[in-house]
T-cell receptor
Framework: EAGVAQSPRYKIIEKRQSVAFWCNPISGHATLYWYQQILGQGPKLLIQFQNNGVVDDSQLPKDRFSAERLKGVDSTLKIQPAKLEDSAVYLC?????????????FGQGTRLTVV | GIQVEQSPPDLILQEGANSTLRCNFSDSVNNLQWFHQNPWGQLINLFYIPSGTKQNGRLSATTVATERYSLLYISSSQTTDSGVYFCAVEQRSNYQLIWGAGTKLIIKP
């Protein structure tokens, strides 16, 4: 079974530029999450999708961050314009949420450096 | 909201030693997961354990849901066990994972 795929693995951009990350969840997983992980901290949830609907985006800085999950499969997370404090690893995860099994699986992440 | 506390925050051991990592949580949860984040940042699923005990090789985990804690045991540590171990609990209301701050484990050869 293929895992959660993310791209790119690394990205370096200048502040005020824009950037986009892509995630392909495990086949059949209805729930998709985007997390931000700053060095030395645990992951912080940015947005949770159930199929193509948003369940929770309360911690997404909506003035600069946006995310979509068209057709309930792949998802993209965009930052525009980027700030220095956005430097972090962006993790995508997916889970099945059927029959009580809600185990979440993570992709390898995208390490973003804003200079 | 639910609070998740992990202890100890840091642990340095010699190769071959055993260790116990603890995760306390403040309210009833649907489920609990243990992850290992390796030095390259990959989060690896270790256990999905709402209650009871599970074992996988040198690792085992026990969750006592009624007392709101979970333990991760690592036996005969190897240098590849180094990294950060996270506990994450699933809120009943929306399936969201609430994370502990992690335990940073360093295994010295």
């Amino acid at each position: 079974e293929a895992g959660v795929a993310q791209s790119p693995r690394y990205k370096i951009i200048e502040k005020r530029q824009s950037v986009a990350f892509w995630c392909n969840p495990i086949s059949g997983h209805a729930t998709l999450y985007w997390y931000q992980q700053i060095l030395g901290q645990g992951p912080k949830l940015l947005i949770q999708f159930q199929n193509n609907g948003v369940v929770d985006d309360s911690q997404l800085p909506k003035d600069r961050f946006s995310a979509e999950r068209l057709k309930g499969v792949d998802s993209t997370l965009k930052i525009q314009p980027a700030k220095l404090e956005d430097s972090a690893v962006y993790l995508c995860a997916s889970s099945l949420i059927l029959s009580g099994n809600t185990e979440a699986f993570f992709g390898q992440g995208t390490r973003l450096t804003v200079v | 909201g639910i609070q998740v506390e992990q202890s100890p925050p840091d642990l340095i051991l010699q190769e071959g030693a055993n260790s116990t990592l603890r995760c306390n949580f403040s309210d009833s949860v649907n489920n609990l997961q243990w992850f290992h984040q390796n030095p390259w940042g990959q989060l690896i699923n270790l256990f999905y354990i709402p209650s009871g005990t599970k074992q996988n090789g040198r690792l085992s985990a026990t969750t006592v849901a009624t007392e709101r804690y979970s333990l991760l045991y690592i036996s005969s540590s190897q240098t590849t066990d180094s990294g950060v171990y996270f506990c994450a609990v699933e809120q009943r209301s929306n399936y969201q994972l609430i994370w502990g701050a992690g335990t940073k484990l360093i295994i010295k050869p």
